[in-house]
């Protein structure tokens, strides 16, 4: 870009910098939605509440039922199949 051009783009500039924040924002909540560990973490602790007696087998499945959903929602969207 000349520099004509970039003086006339100076005051975009901070709408720029503004949008590339929220991107980079946007960018790390998505990678912490989709990111399966802490639901592998919370059907681990499920199965130790269920051998523990914490909870019983109705609940045990439907939390998990839950949580396997999660999961497939997730890894679907790391193979980029959406879902």
Do not use: C, K, S
């Not at 939605?33 to 919370?42: G, I, L």
């Not at 199965?47 to 909870?55: D, K, N, T």
């Amino acid at each position: 870009m000349n520099l004509l051009g970039e003086i006339a783009a100076l005051p975009v500039a901070p709408v720029r910098g503004v949008l590339w924040v929220l991107q980079r924002v946007v960018e790390a909540a998505e990678n912490e939605y989709y990111d399966p560990a802490p639901v592998e973490q919370e059907l681990a602790a499920l199965e130790r509440q269920l051998l523990a007696g914490e909870i019983d087998e109705e609940t045990f499945d439907r939390r998990e039922d839950e949580l396997l959903d999660r999961l497939e929602e997730i890894r679907d969207h790391l193979r980029g199949t959406g879902g």
